[in-house]
Structures are given as structure tokens and as C-alpha cells.
């Protein structure tokens, strides 16, 4: 029998403006009026490179002069095309996340037309009730469909990563899409959608590299083999799926072989980076697997093996049977992982979402309203707790708070702004009509229990990126320790040898316009430098960049950085 036992009550619709509204204010705040940070400064100087460079720079991925082949070029060429596109009216970091909000939509769209068609096939409709009521298909596939998206919208882990410009945020999004194709592809198995198969398998290959693809793909022939889908028809077309895909990537490999941009070819490294991807796991990659996806998956998890267990009884469940296989085959992909990163967590967040969407209507109403309760309590605390502390470090009351809000910036002089006070205001009046509708009207639609938990948390992020964003920039930012150095550097310096990382490269060359050597290197005459004040090694660093007897033009940090020391030398020559 069907776990699912819906009255037509419980399927009303989210109104398509709320769900856009939420969508919008989740993902504009920490967009706008945000430095790059040290999180996504790497990739903003690619596509900032890409942006105001040559040929080249587009086929051979750098941050001014530093190779960067890993990953793909996908990402990096839609934010440099938004720069081109939008960097005149917007500024070129704004235009480089017009590209975040793009990707964060397709991903939500995919995600939401995925449960809204799996949601209108016979087996995951409720059981029909004695004397009529229940849903219609297209009712129940749309609510499915917001509830899908709003549980997405509240996992801890999509919260940063979806804000920042990396290539793993595109990875997530193309994976709902896939997600959304092999749906479709399972329901019509035509040449049409294998094709569609194969272009978002392209996207993902020049994104995040060829490994997940080909997991993908062999998920898909598992899932179709379950399903009990013709062979013979289902190999060939995930043989023209693959094949589509293939020739996707080779719109990057082709003319970057041929052309050799700087004298190089980025493939053979982007080839190597693909084969270290993979290695035996092991127990430490297991912790770790668990310790984040924890926290990065919550609230999805509980409700996503709960939906196992309730439906295990049926058989053939392609809403159930196509995400668990697309999730522990992408899991045990990262398994393999030798050094997997937070954003590659995003991957297996939509098949999470979709499957605890279907998890939710076969809950007790007593565990949804506890699950209501926890929300409004909880969320309604952290955000009092943000004004509370934003009060603090204004105006010094409470003294322990205000302590606490500074020490992390030291130097930093907070001040009120007014756009940022009414746009928090706004959000937290919002999130008490909310709350009063909630416990006022009593409603029974299904996406009642998600939808107070998701607002709740976009309150605490614009919580965070408006009364907040000021201290974080200070923070977070090389913007001041960039100007530091560019106000030091002669107007004639030429070029600068350097071995800082790609964030603060990056930042560096961005927002001090400090012209670093090339690919090709260069005979330069100044050197900036970067190590650790606790872990010293001057003389390795000076025979290595040939800076013995050099002068010291400048030293300096970050105010919030303890341990990161820059400086700044001439070559005696």
C-alpha cells in the first residue's frame, strides 16, 4: 500500500510570486556589496582575466599570469561573459555574479520541474480516498515541486557555496539539470533527450572535469536496467549521450591543443588533474564524508531516509529508485576523492532534495508541527541574537557582546548603514507575519513545514550580509593590503615576481592593478612575497626569488590575519 494519504487541501500551490521573492531574496544578499573574499577571489580573477584579456587568457585559464588548468574553463567563461556583458554599469565583481545568479536559478528550475514530473506519475501519487478529495496529478507534481525547492533553498551547505563564484557552484546546478534530463529521458527515450542527456554531460565535463560524467552515465544504465528499459535502445543512446558530451568538450580541447595559447597547452595538466581525482578510499575520507555532509545536508537527510524507508515497500519507484542511485554513486565518487572540498558536497544536493520532497508527505502531521515549532523557535533566537550583537558593536552595549564583535576585526570602526538597516528590517518583519500566519491560519499545505525553516535561514543570511557585510569585507577582503602595496610600488615598477596564492593574486591584481608576471615569466625587478610570521623560512624564500640584500619597500596583512605576512622588495641589480 501507498504511504502517501493526502486530502486535495494539502496540495495548494506556493504561489509562483512567493517562491520567486524567496528565490531572489535568498541569493541577491551576499552578492551585492561583497568584496571577493579569499573563499572565491581564485575564480573572480580568471573570469576578471579572461574579461580583460585575449584569446589566450580564454583558452588557457590564468589569474594575471598564474596557470590555473584544474577543473574546466565552463565557469570562468560565463562569468567573463557577463563582465564583457555587464561590467560597464555593474562593476566587474557585480557582473562576474550576475553568472551566480543564472546558475542558482537553473539549478532550482531543474530541481523543481524534476519533482514536479516525477510527482505526476501514477506510482508516486497519494492512494485515492474512499469518497473522493484527492489531489490531481498536476497539483500534487506542483507542490512536490516547491517543497523540492524549499528544502533545497534550506540545506546549511547550499547557504555559502551558492554565493560564491566557484566552479563546483555551476557543477551543482548542472546537476540538478542532468538530474532533470534523465527524468525525462527514462519517461520518452527518444534521440531527442539523449541528446539533452549529452549536453549536460558536456557541461559538467568542462566544468568540474570527465569523472563525474562517466559516473553519471553509468548511474543512468543502472537505473534503467532496474527500471527494466530495453537494452539494446538504452545503450545506444547513452552510447550518443556520451558521444554529444565528447564533443562538447572538445569546443575547449581542440583549439586550445592547436592554438597554444602563451606556448602551452593547458590539457595535459587538465588531464592530469582528472586522473588524481580518483584513489582508494579510505577511513579518513569516510569521517570526513560524514562529519560535513552532517551539517551540510540538513535539514534533507532526515527527511530523504525517512522517504526510503516509507516507500520500501513498493517496487520500480523511479521518484526514489534514479536519486538514491545518482547520490551513493556521486558519494562513493567523492569517497575516492584524495582532497574532496566543501563544494563538491553540491553535487549530490539535488537528488538529496528530490528525494526528501517525496519523503514529507508521508509524515505524521505531529512531526510536522514539531518540525514547525523547532524553525520558528530556533531561527527567531539566531536572528534576535544578530540584531542584539549588531546593537552591541554600535554602541557598546552590552560590553561582552560589543567585545565579541570586534576582537575579530580589530581596527575596524562600525558605522550604520542605512540601506543595509531597512533592508534587515524589512526581511525580519516579513519573518514575523510569517510566523503569525503559520500559528494564526493553521494551514494544511504540505510545504508549511519547510516553508518557515527556509525563510527562516534566508532571514539569517540577510541578517548577516547586510548588518554584517561591512565587518566581513574588513575581514575577509585583500582590498586594503592591495592598496597598501600598490601606493608603495613606483609607477614605472614594470613587472612583479611573486609566489602569493591565486586569492591573493588575484585580489591583488584586481583591486591594486599590481602587473604580475606572465605565463611566459620575465625579467622583473621587484618581488612580493608572502609567508607566515610563526613559520619563517627567509632564507629559502630569498636564495629561491633571488631577493638577498634586497629593499624592503613595504611589509604589511590583513588586520584580521594573524599569521599572513606580505612584502614588498627591489631587486638590487
Known amino acids: 500500500m501507498k504511504p502517501v494519504r493526502l486530502p486535495a487541501a494539502a496540495t495548494l500551490a506556493l504561489p509562483r510570486w512567493a517562491l520567486l521573492a524567496l528565490g531572489m531574496l535568498y541569493i541577491l544578499p551576499g552578492l551585492i556589496g561583497r568584496d571577493p573574499w579569499k ?20 583558452l588557457y585559464p590564468n589569474i594575471a599570469g598564474l596557470a ?25 565583481v557585480l557582473a562576474a ?15 523543481w520541474y524534476t519533482a514536479f514530473h516525477l510527482g505526476r506519475r501514477a506510482e508516486a501519487q497519494p492512494l485515492r480516498l474512499a469518497f473522493g478529495g484527492q489531489p490531481e496529478p498536476d497539483d500534487y507534481g506542483r507542490t512536490l515541486g516547491d517543497t523540492a525547492v524549499l528544502i533545497y533553498l534550506g540545506c546549511l551547505g547550499l547557504l ?46 568542462l566544468t568540474r572535469g570527465i569523472m563525474p560524467p562517466v559516473v553519471l552515465v553509468l548511474a543512468l544504465f543502472a537505473c534503467t536496467r532496474y527500471l527494466k528499459l530495453q537494452t539494446a535502445a538504452t545503450l545506444r543512446h547513452l552510447g550518443l549521450a556520451a558521444g554529444v558530451g565528447f564533443l562538447i568538450t572538445l569546443a575547449w580541447i581542440l583549439p586550445a591543443t592547436l592554438v597554444q595559447p602563451f606556448g602551452l597547452s593547458p590539457v595535459g595538466d587538465w588531464l592530469a588533474w582528472n586522473a588524481a581525482q580518483v584513489a582508494l578510499p579510505g577511513l579518513t575520507s569516510l569521517k570526513g564524508f560524514f562529519r560535513i555532509g552532517v551539517w551540510f545536508f540538513w535539514p534533507a537527510w532526515p527527511f530523504a531516509l525517512w522517504a526510503i524507508w516509507a516507500w ?34 553540491l553535487k549530490m544536493l539535488a537528488p538529496l532534495a528530490l528525494m526528501a520532497a517525496f519523503g514529507l508527505p ?37 560590553a561582552q557582546l560589543a567585545k565579541n564583535a570586534l576582537k575579530l576585526v580589530p581596527g575596524f570602526k562600525p558605522e550604520v548603514g542605512i540601506i543595509a538597516f531597512l533592508v534587515a528590517a524589512a526581511a525580519s518583519i516579513g519573518w514575523i507575519m510569517l510566523v503569525h500566519w503559520r500559528l494564526s491560519r493553521q494551514p ?19 541578517l548577516l550580509m ?64 608572502q609567508d607566515s610570521i610563526r613559520n619563517r623560512d627567509d632564507n629559502d624564500l630569498a636564495r629561491r626569488y633571488g631577493v638577498r640584500g634586497a629593499t624592503v619597500l613595504w611589509e604589511g596583512r590583513r588586520a584580521s590575519d594573524r599569521d599572513e605576512r606580505f612584502r614588498l622588495f627591489r631587486r638590487s641589480r
Open 39 to 58: 573563499e572565491d577571489a581564485g575564480p573572480f580573477g580568471i573570469m576578471w582575466t579572461m574579461a580583460h584579456g585575449g584569446l589566450h587568457d580564454w
Open 466 to 529: 547586510t548588518l554584517f557585510l561591512p565587518d566581513l569585507n574588513y575581514s575577509k577582503s585583500y582590498a586594503g593590503v592591495a592598496q597598501q602595496i600598490a601606493a608603495r610600488l613606483p609607477a614605472d615598477a614594470g613587472c612583479i615576481d611573486t609566489n602569493v596564492g591565486p586569492a591573493q593574486r588575484a585580489s591583488f591584481a584586481f583591486f591594486g592593478r599590481l602587473p604580475f608576471a606572465g605565463l611566459a615569466g620575465g625579467d622583473c625587478n621587484y618581488v612580493l612575497l
Open 97 to 111: 555574479r550576475v553568472s551566480t545568479i543564472g546558475i542558482f536559478v537553473t539549478g532550482a528550475m531543474s530541481l
Open 312 to 345: 520500501r515497500r513498493q517496487q520500480h519507484l523511479l521518484h526514489i529508485v534514479m536519486p538514491v542511485m545518482f547520490f551513493v554513486a556521486l558519494a562513493l565518487l567523492m569517497l575516492c576523492d584524495p582532497e574532496p572540498e566543501n563544494g563538491d558536497f
Open 160 to 205: 555559502v557555496q551558492s554565493h560564491l563564484t566557484l566552479s563546483a557552484t555551476l557543477q551543482g546546478a548542472l546537476l540538478a539539470f542532468f538530474l532533470y534530463r534523465a527524468v525525462r529521458y527514462v519517461e520518452s527515450a527518444t534521440t531527442r533527450n539523449a541528446v539533452l542527456v549529452g549536453l549536460s554531460l558536456g557541461a559538467l565535463a
Open 68 to 92: 590555473a588548468t584544474q577543473e574546466g574553463p565552463l565557469a570562468f567563461w560565463l562569468g567573463a561573459l557577463c563582465i564583457k556583458l555587464f561590467g560597464w554599469i555593474l562593476g566587474d
Open 362 to 398: 508521508t509524515m505524521k502531521r505531529g512531526t510536522i508541527n514539531a518540525i514547525d515549532w523547532f524553525s520558528v523557535m530556533v531561527l527567531t533566537i539566531l536572528g534576535a541574537l544578530i540584531w542584539l550583537f549588531w546593537i552591541a558593536k554600535l554602541t557598546g552595549w552590552p
Open 444 to 462: 494544511s499545505v504540505l510545504w508549511r513545514a519547510v516553508v518557515l525553516s527556509s525563510s527562516g535561514l534566508i532571514l539569517v543570511w540577510v
